[in-house]
């Protein structure tokens, strides 16, 4: 489901391709206008399966420690039932309703309502309004970047009302977590279902909507490709940013917070969690204006997709590692811990530099240097839907001549660090590493039938200089 993106092959377009400002082939945007078979059948199964992942991981933590064959035994061998497994499950609160409807609100006021300031005071952040990319019908929105300075108040706080104000504890989130996860779901459905509706009845941009006329597909794909409301609310770029990543670093807190309070300390494993993942989030931040040329903004549309993971699939399973913590409160040695450490931040430094390398490439044309020395290119060309030919340059230098998505690979190690500081006991704090591996692995096959569709002959010179696409030498 949702996840921080990443941009595709790096490339660089000629300035002749940005004076025409040629639309992009209709087969580089994001989704179908047609539906075969297997693309409906795999829509109805994340359509279904999706959100109960969701719940039975955080059921199985709730009522099982965490493990997740127990439910499934218990079930088989008649001690349990579904209808007890269900009357056990906390249901939605006054205040887990009113704690969310809050949060949101708070959030759509940060992001809307107060212009950044950061990059009036921070060197090298790129913050204020800022240009997307070209949509298909031509469309360059604006958009105000404001995210790390809503994260940075949102946090500002929280570590006030912690340590001097105490109008809520810090472990009000575990608290009431799984009432919560119903009013997540609440928002994730109410969001998607509107966004649809306003795409076929009142949308920004209607040239750059797609149907299929299968609701299915529509319906988690999205319909249209940058929904807003005003001329400011994006749903895109706040969804994907707030609340969900905002609340990620909160959550790590809270499950903190709880830990501590249930055991009298914080353990190692969960202070790596959160400074690992902390990270990665204000990476995220920081790179918000870099975010607008990525997958999510650039090609996908605005559906069940987008709108539900980013409410529901993303703060309650990206947060795994911090809750299986507070039921497994694991100590890991100095080795251990010193090992999990040293492969998030290289991975992070592997993830990062990779893309600096792509977007130096791309903002200099290629007149830059790349470890040292001038960047190794492959020239090519692509016909747009308007029928005029453009030019490129592809990288094949410093990371991106390892490997064709060597970004993915950093992201991965850093996934694998978060898990691995959970220990061995249970499957469950690995499920973030499966999943990921999966859906970059996924991305990765079709950024390069984007390319391929894209730049034909091309590309197969560029696969030929970089014959791998994220282990050097396996795959």
Not at 99 to 107: D, E, I, M
Request: proline content about 4%; some cysteine.
């Amino acid at each position: 489901m949702a996840a921080k993106s990443q941009p595709d092959a790096p490339q660089t377009k000629s300035r002749d391709s940005f004076a025409n400002g040629g639309a992009a082939t209709q087969g580089q945007w994001g989704r179908a206008w047609e539906v075969d078979w297997f693309s409906l059948a795999s829509v109805l199964f994340l359509l279904l399966l999706a959100p109960f992942i969701v719940y039975y991981f955080i059921m199985a933590c709730d009522q099982y420690g965490c493990s997740l064959t127990a439910p499934v035994v218990d079930l088989a061998t008649g001690r349990a039932h579904l209808a007890d497994i269900w009357a056990k499950t906390p249901a939605v609160t006054k205040e887990a309703a009113q704690l969310y409807a809050l949060w949101v609100t708070f959030q759509v006021l940060l992001y809307s309502a107060l212009p950044d300031f950061c990059h009036k005071f921070l060197p090298g952040y790129v913050g204020g309004v800022q240009e997307g990319a070209v949509t298909p019908a031509g469309v360059i929105n604006k958009y105000e970047i404001n995210g790390l300075q809503a994260w940075l108040i949102t946090h500002l706080l929280w570590f006030a009302n912690s340590h001097f104000l105490s109008l809520f504890s810090p472990t009000v989130i575990f608290d009431n977590w799984i009432p919560l996860l119903w009013c997540a779901n609440i928002l994730g459905y109410a969001v998607s279902t509107f966004a649809m509706i306003k795409g076929y009845f009142f949308p920004t941009n209607a040239k750059d909507c797609k149907f299929t006329g299968n609701f299915f597909y529509d319906y988690m794909m999205g319909i249209e490709f940058n929904p807003r409301i005003g001329k400011w609310f994006d749903f895109k770029l706040f969804f994907n940013g707030r609340p969900g990543i905002v609340a990620w670093t909160l959550i790590n807190l809270s499950f903190a917070a709880k830990q501590r309070e249930l055991y009298g300390q914080v353990t190692n494993a969960m202070v790596l969690v959160n400074v690992l993942q902390a990270i990665y989030v204000l990476d995220f931040f920081w790179n918000e204006a870099w975010y607008l040329k990525t997958i999510d903004i650039c090609h996908d549309h605005f559906g069940w997709y987008l709108g539900w993971g980013d409410c529901v699939w993303l703060p309650y399973l990206y947060t795994l590692q911090g809750l299986y913590l507070v039921y497994h409160p694991v100590q890991l040695s100095t080795p251990h811990a010193a090992g999990v450490l040293l492969l998030g931040l290289l991975g992070y430094y592997i993830f990062r530099m990779a893309n600096h390398q792509k977007d130096l490439f791309r903002r200099t044309d290629g007149r830059c240097l790349i470890w040292g020395r001038k960047p190794r290119v492959i020239e090519c060309s692509y016909t747009s839907a308007d029928g005029r030919r453009h030019h490129s340059k592809l990288l094949v230098s410093g990371f991106w001549g390892v490997a064709r998505h060597l970004n993915y690979t950093g992201d991965l190690m850093g996934s694998l660090a978060y898990c691995l500081a959970c220990g061995g006991g249970h499957l469950l704090p690995y499920f973030y590493i499966v999943y990921m591996t999966i859906l970059l692995t996924h991305r990765c096959l079709r950024d390069e039938h984007r390319c391929a569709s894209k730049y034909g002959g091309d590309w197969a010179r560029y696969t030929a200089a970089v014959p791998h696409r994220l282990l050097p030498g396996i795959f």
